[in-house]
């Protein structure tokens, strides 16, 4: 018989997870996706902005036990702590703290904080607290659409081709998409292009153009 993989702590996360949900007008979120597995986790966070403490958050796992687990126990410790103190929370910490997750699960664990982080960072970047402020260059756009997501594969639209092509010039970003602008998912795609690249802090202007 296969031995079962969890021990009593990562099922107790994953059967009563905490800080479950999704906050209402939260000031920072994120939605993360695993490149390994097509999983996704979305953290929301509330941050009082006089002690930059984070004074409330929730996620939603679309992920495993494992990423549940990690999820639940990631947002207790980031909970009431400065975001400078809830960005050093790492995957191998509350890996550990589980008791352990098998090996093969690892990346499940990096999902769930790589969703803290980037919660953290939308709040940074949309109140002007990233002091190192690099220019933002072809390989930063790229790297923020791998965080669009095609909710036709569960995957992001770098990697399922729906980007045919995208621009940077003076400021001004353009993503023409691979897909009919009337596409049931053509509008949130678009939104989520601008949410994701318009915090950038030189970027003026985001087009999405569709070209399916
Ligand atoms: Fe996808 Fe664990 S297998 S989050």
Redesign the pocket.
């Known amino acids: 018989m296969t031995k079962f993989p969890y021990n009593e702590t990562v099922l107790e996360h994953f059967k009563r997870p905490h800080n479950v949900g999704e906050l209402e007008d939260p000031d920072g979120k994120a939605i993360e996706g ?1 490149p ?4 996704m ?1 979305s953290v929301t966070i509330k941050v009082e902005p006089d002690t930059n403490v984070i004074d409330d958050i929730k996620f939603q ?1 679309y ?5 549940i687990a990690t999820g639940s126990i990631s947002t207790d410790r980031a909970k009431g702590k400065t975001l400078d103190d809830a960005k050093k929370v790492t995957w191998k910490q509350a890996a550990d703290e589980l008791g352990g997750l098998p090996a093969i ?1 690892a ?2 664990s990096v ?2 904080v790589e969703g803290l982080r980037a919660a953290i960072r939308d709040y940074e970047e949309r109140h002007g607290l990233v002091t190192e402020r690099e220019p933002t260059t072809r390989k930063t756009i790229e790297k923020r659409l791998k965080h669009v997501m095609n909710p036709l594969m569960g995957l992001d639209i770098v990697r399922t081709d729906l980007v045919k092509d995208f621009s940077l010039e003076d400021g001004a970003v353009k993503v023409v998409v691979d897909l009919d602008e009337s596409h049931q998912f053509a509008q949130a795609i678009k939104d989520d292009i601008a949410e994701k690249i318009e915090p950038l802090w030189d970027v003026k202007l985001v087009e999405v153009e569709f070209a399916g």
Do not use: F, I, P, T
């Open positions: 695993s390994a597995c097509g999983d986790v796992s992920g495993c036990a494992s990423n699960k990346h499940c999902l769930a």
